[in-house]
Every structure is written in C-alpha cells, then in structure tokens.
C-alpha cells in the first residue's frame, strides 16, 4: 500500500516545540552565551571563548567541591542502597501492615527539601534540638556547625532518613513480583536464606534497584537545599557541594562567567553518568527480553 | 520413596472455618503405596495443588496428618521430608548456567563435586539439553526453563517423592509427550513415588497407574484408567473422564430395569430401593443408534471427528452422545438410542451403587 505524505503534520509538533524552547533551550543557550563572555556590568558583554572553562577546570576550588561530591553520593550509596533492600526484605508482605508499612515509608518523601533541613538542623542544635542535646549531654563531642565530622554525618544521616525509603519501596515492588513458586522451588531444592536472596531476590530486584541508584545518585549529585538550610556548606567550606559552590559563585560573587562555564560543564557530567546508567540499564532489559 | 498415608486430612484456607463448604479439603483418609505413579486429576479449583503442597510440607493442613512409611511428618518443613516438587510455571535460577541450576539441589545437600557431575550429565540427556549446559539460564525459552525445573526435581536418587504440579502446561505438544514418556521410563527405573497433577485427562490416564480423580476437595475415585473408564463411582468421574464424557440419565429404578421418563431400559444387575437423586450413566461408546429398540430420541447433529462419528441426540431435554463407527451408516429412521446393559452404572447422590448379580 502506498503511504500517504503530509508534511502539514508538523504543525502539530510546534506547540510542544515552542514549550521545549521556552522551558528548556532558551534558558540553557543563556548560560552558554554567559560562558564565553565577560561582562563588567552596563549589560555589555566581551568575547571570552573559553577562558572560563580553562579557568574552571584549574580551579582546586571546583575539583574540590566535585571531590566532595563524589564521596557525598558514594557514601549515601553505600547506606542507602543496602539499607533499602534490608528494609524492603522485612517489611511485612500482605495485610494491614503491609499497607501501613508503606505510608510510614512513604512519609519521609512526602515532605520537601527545605522542612527536612529544617526539622535536622532544630533536632541537631546543641541548645534546643533532642538530637544535639542529648549527645552533648552524652558527653558526646558534636556541633555540627564547628565540626567537619559532625556536619558530614548530620547531612548523611539526614539524606538517609529522607530518601532510604524511596529505595526501600523500589525493592519492595520489586519482591512482590516474585512469584511464590520461587520461594518454594528454594525450600523443594534445601537452599540457605543467603542463596535465596542471592540467587532469587537480588537478580528479581536487579531492574527496579538500577532504577534506585540512578534515582538517588542522580539526585545525591545535585543535592543542595538541605545542605543549604542545615550547614550552609560549612563549616569553613566541608560540605560545600558542587551545588552549593555553584550558587555561592553565581549569586553570591556575581561570577557570571565562570559560573555559567561551571553549570555546564556540571550538567554535561550529569549528562554523561545518565547515558551510562541507561544504556546499561536498557542492555539488562534487552537479556532479560529475550526469553 | 516412601508409602504416602493421608490421616483425616482436610485443609481450609480460613482461620476458622464454619461449614465443610469452608474447607478446600474434605476430610479424607488414603495410603498411597511405595513407587507407585499416581495422577491427581481434576478441573481446576478442586484442591488438587493444595493436597500436593500438604504433601511436600508448603502448606500444613489445618487436621489431620501425614505420613511417610508410618513415620509423622505433619509438622516437618519441606527440606526435612526430602521431596522434589516441579511446579505449573517453570522456576529457575536466572543468573546460574543450566548446569549451576541442575546442580543446586545437589550441592545445596553437600554432595561431592564427582557425584553432581554425574548426576548433571545424566539429567542433562534426559531433558536433552547437554548442548546448552554451559548457557545462562535467563536468555532461555519458557519450554528450557521448563525442563530445568524438571531437572532439578529429577536430579537427586534419595527422594521419597517426586511431585509435578502440572509441570507440562507451558511445553509445546510434541516434547510434552517426549518428556512423558521420559518421566515414565524414569519412574521404571528407578520406582520413585511419584504424583503427577493435571487437569488433562489423557495426560493423566497415560502417565498413571492409578488415577485419583478430584473433584470440589474430595478424592471421588482411586483407580486404574480401565476402572475410572468402566465404573466410574461418582458422576463426576463419568463426565469428567472420556470424549465426550459418561450419558448421565434420571431414572426410577425397579429391580433390573431402569425408568426413564416413561421408556424402560434393562440393566445388567439387580438393584434395591435407592434414596435420593437417582441417575443412571451410560458411556457413549456403549450406546447404539437403532430403528427398532430403545429410548426414542431427537438426532440434533452428527460430528465426524475422523477416528469415529458422534451423534449428538436428546431425550426429554436430556443430552445423549453416542459414539458409532465411522463405517457405520446413520439412516433416517435410527431415531432410538439403545444401551448395553452390562454396562450401565447406577447412581444415588451422583455416587455408584453397586447392584447385586442379576
């Protein structure tokens, strides 16, 4: 049959062209045009090339900050992930608990960035917060306004808090699509507790907990309101996140130049980590698809 | 191996069930003897999985016991009772090689490396997937993954029951019969008991040497394929087994002759005053067309299947299939229905009455 051509169909196309360029390109060619250019105010602009990316990239300020980064979303990984999964294995599996289970994990997600920075950094104060207070009055060294230690694992134990239960409800799913026959083909063939997780629950879950990890270290690495409310970055600059840095140089500097050079060369890292995580991820499916 | 004995055994599903309609097991009491193959046959819903997961120990049931060779193991997880169980959908372990799969009940009861190869190999040939031993078992077809898990219910000697639960669901026609007959040659060789559950009739009657029919939580009939044939002792059984199934009549009983809406029809053994609901079952391969004798009947259509015709006919808003020879010429006025009378069953209750010696 002969297909019909009709070029009038992208008219339809505009309007969600339009949107994209207003939302996203638009914006976005800003800061490029801001990363090639200086200004000296008066809204007059001088051709910079690339000096603010070669700036940028031998700044110790920014390494430092993507240091930091790194090690911030590495470490969240590590409790988040296993956390999750611990807490999705013992989470009741029908019944009332079950559900409310899953409103209780639920809670945590719910609640936005800046009021759990709030609700850390009042728990955390030595002063006034139960948090603060008691380990003080534990004789516990801890202020995380004066301590790296302590400001690092205020921020961590915070990010868990919020976002353990995002990993945890994925994994959850994940476990209920396994189907009974499993569990008792495993008690039939004598297999441990361990070979059970190993070999059943963990290749069942692989899909939704690639799925978790991009998630969380998507947002891990552009963390910054509650940072930003608890530690303001500090003390002295120890939990200054690639964020954080970037505002602080924005906004706070009015470097517009070497700022912008900064978000781009931030979101082309983004950019980057995602195409692996989905062409890994989209490489799972295509084995698992083809039973 | 091992002699199955069932101990009033009923399940329910209900934490406290009321009536016998709460229970997806009636009460039963049965042995079912050492290295015999059994088929549970029965529709789907009738109890069939649940009795199976009683028996390997997934389910415990809420009275009675169960025994192995005499010894209680009511309350003994699955792994103590030893028992190999292949399930409807197959089971398999995505992220191992077909041979760590095979291997895994073996190594998981601490046999020696030269003895599990052995036994793969030979498991392997069985289910004939020696070429792609070495294969992860994710990128498998449903029908591979199907036989793995049979050849992980195979893989080990010692057990004291092998239980497939309709294990052949997902197998294309023509390894199903293949892998049959390789489970019956196995169980020749080795005189495992074994307890294959199936809705298939034919499945059923081929694997089997005796057939339990199920049917709504209750066991109706343990037989041999000829005995479930012949004298079905539940209507059930009758209707369930055959294509088409067993002619169920009402009928007013007197002696040796059976009342049908007026027509009277000569049965083989004399009978006594029967209570209830009384219904006579006649199978359609002992049911003749005729001009002259028997039930007088409305032909409503004649299906050719090939090996042999069936006539569907009606008698008083009752349906009767016959069976006639496919050489056999159906006239117009062979418009009566006659049955051998040796051959028909009596029933009280849909449940066989055994008559005396005419």
């Not at chain 1, 339809?12 to 996203?24: H, K, N």
């Not at chain 1, 900050?65 to 992930?81: C, D, N, T």
């Not at chain 1, 690092?152 to 808090?161: G, L, Q, S």
């Amino acid at each position: 049959m002969e297909k019909t051509t009709n070029q009038k169909a992208w008219f339809l196309v505009l309007p969600v062209l339009a949107l994209v360029a207003f939302s996203a390109v638009i914006p976005l060619m800003t800061v490029v045009n801001y990363s090639v250019q200086d200004t000296f105010g008066n809204n007059q602009f001088f051709w910079a090339g690339l000096e603010w990316f070669r700036e940028m990239l031998s700044s110790e300020r920014m390494w430092n900050a993507l240091w930091r980064q790194l090690v911030f979303s590495a470490i969240i990984l590590a409790i988040e992930v296993p956390l999750g999964i611990f807490v999705a294995l013992n989470m009741p599996k029908r019944g009332v608990w079950a559900s409310t289970c899953l409103v209780l994990m639920a809670l945590p997600l719910l609640i936005p960035w800046n009021v759990v920075g709030t609700i850390w950094q009042i728990f955390g104060r030595v002063d006034i917060g139960l948090l603060g207070y008691t380990l003080e009055a534990l004789g516990i060294d801890y202020n995380y306004t004066q301590d790296i230690f302590s400001a690092w694992a205020t921020v961590i134990v915070m990010d868990v808090w919020h976002w353990t239960s995002l990993v945890a409800l994925l994994a959850y799913a994940g476990l209920q699509s396994i189907p009974d026959a499993y569990y008792q083909a495993a008690k039939i063939d004598q297999a441990s507790r361990w070979a059970v997780f190993r070999y059943i629950e963990l290749p069942k879950m692989s899909g939704v907990l690639m799925i978790a990890i991009l998630l969380r270290f998507m947002d891990s690495f552009m963390i910054y309101t509650e940072p930003f409310v608890v530690t303001g970055g500090g003390p002295g600059n120890a939990t200054t996140f690639l964020s954080i840095d970037l505002v602080k140089m924005a906004l706070g500097q009015f470097d517009l130049g070497p700022a912008a050079a900064f978000s781009i060369m931030y979101f082309l890292v983004i950019l980057l980590i995602s195409w692996v995580f989905y062409t890994v991820m989209t490489n799972l499916d295509r084995r698992e698809g083809h039973r | 191996m091992a002699r199955i004995t069932l101990d009033h055994l009923a399940h329910s599903y209900l934490a406290r069930p009321k009536g016998e309609d709460d229970y997806a097991l009636k009460e039963m009491n049965h042995e079912w003897g050492d290295g015999e193959a059994y088929a549970l046959l029965g529709s789907s819903g009738c109890g069939k999985t649940t009795l199976l997961n009683i028996i390997s120990g997934l389910l415990r049931p809420s009275a009675g016991r169960v025994l192995f060779d005499g010894r209680d193991v009511t309350d003994q997880p699955t792994t103590a009772r030893n028992i190999a169980q292949v399930f409807q959908f197959p089971v398999v372990y995505d992220t191992m090689t077909v041979r760590e799969n095979l291997a895994f009940p073996l190594k998981n009861r601490g046999a020696d490396a030269a003895y599990v190869a052995k036994r793969v190999q030979a498991i392997a040939s069985v289910i004939g997937m020696e070429a792609a031993l070495d294969r992860k078992a994710r990128g498998l077809t449903a029908d591979a993954k199907q036989k793995i898990s049979l050849g992980r219910g195979m893989v080990r000697e010692d057990v004291n029951a092998l239980l497939f639960d309709e294990p052949l669901t997902v197998i294309d026609p023509h390894m199903k019969w293949e892998l049959r007959t390789q489970l019956k040659s196995l169980h020749r060789e080795f005189g495992h008991t074994m307890i294959y559950v199936t809705h298939d009739q034919t499945e059923a009657l081929t694997f089997a040497d005796k057939v339990v029919v199920m049917y709504d939580g209750r066991v109706v009939q343990i037989g041999t394929p000829e005995e479930l044939f012949e004298t079905p002792a539940h209507t059930f059984v009758g209707y369930f087994i055959g294509s088409p199934g067993m002619n169920i009549l009402p009928a007013k009983i007197e002696g040796d002759r059976a009342l049908i809406n007026g027509s009277s029809v000569a049965l083989g053994r004399h009978y006594g005053p029967l209570a209830g609901d009384v219904t006579i079952g006649v199978r359609p391969e002992y049911a003749r067309l005729s001009a002259t004798e028997g039930l007088p009947v409305r032909i409503a259509r004649v299906e050719d299947v090939g090996r042999h015709k069936i006539v569907r006919a009606e008698f008083f808003g009752n349906d009767i299939n016959i069976i006639a020879r496919e050489d056999e010429a159906i006239g117009a006025d062979m418009t009566r229905v006659a049955f051998d009378a040796s051959r028909i069953n009596v029933y009280a209750d849909d449940w066989r009455v055994e008559g005396e010696a005419a």
